[in-house]
């Protein structure tokens, strides 16, 4: 299962990246569902600046272009995407 | 009834004009904002917005269709720049056509108000000690929650 994340703004310029795609097939294994917040613990995983940059507590999570919580249900072919709040206007 | 995401100036005069040549009503209301030459802190000399294009579009759309439901609009337009932006250039302009000058006036301000906390762009300032990201306000946030409160009454 695999899924394209995108970073915005200061978490794009923190972690040197915009856009990925995320192999998800082993967490889909261990369990029936993957929600957001596992995501987020699987990326934190890739060092300290991804723990960092993605357990602020003010962090955004959009999946398929609508702002979710953490506990939202992620499938295969999915748009997740992570940034600051927005400064729009 | 439409949105508009660009990376170039707002012709203010030309928006004006299709919006009420669209549906001529009684009342029409707009807002336009400008890049300002200052924050709370610091000297401003060029802003960048950084966005997310295909949610932002999203987003203004069903923001644009609220209000239009909410304030019976005849019709309405909100257009946002993306990129680097000068001082005093515009970076956004919303436009609405009802029949009263209240919901008019209304539907531009929760636009605003709305567009500034929910819609994924990002802004960038450049000065004279180098660039920063701009943070959120907690004014946005509080005026933002006010048409949620209003919505629930």
Known sequence: ?89 | MSVSLQSEAIDVAAEYAQLVGDSPGAAVATFTGYVRDHSDAHAVTELELEHYPEMARKVLGELGQSAAERFGLCSWRIVHRFGRLAVSETIVWVGAVADHRGEAISACELMMDTLKTDAPFWKREQGPTGEQWVASRDSDTERRARWQSRETQ
Do not use: C
Not at chain 1, 36 to 45: E, G
Not at chain 1, 58 to 79: I, M, P, Q, R
């Open chain 1, 1 to 89: 299962m695999s899924i394209t994340i995108k970073l915005f703004s200061a978490l794009r310029e923190a972690l040197g990246v915009s856009e990925f795609q995320l192999d998800l097939s082993d967490i889909s294994e261990a369990s029936a569902q993957v929600d957001v917040a596992a995501i987020k613990k699987r990326l934190s995983q890739r060092g300290a600046e991804w723990k960092e940059a993605l357990n602020q507590p003010n962090l955004v999570h959009a999946l398929n272009h609508k702002v979710v919580f953490t506990d939202a249900v992620v499938s295969e072919g999915d748009e997740l995407a992570f940034f600051p709040p927005m400064t729009g206007g």
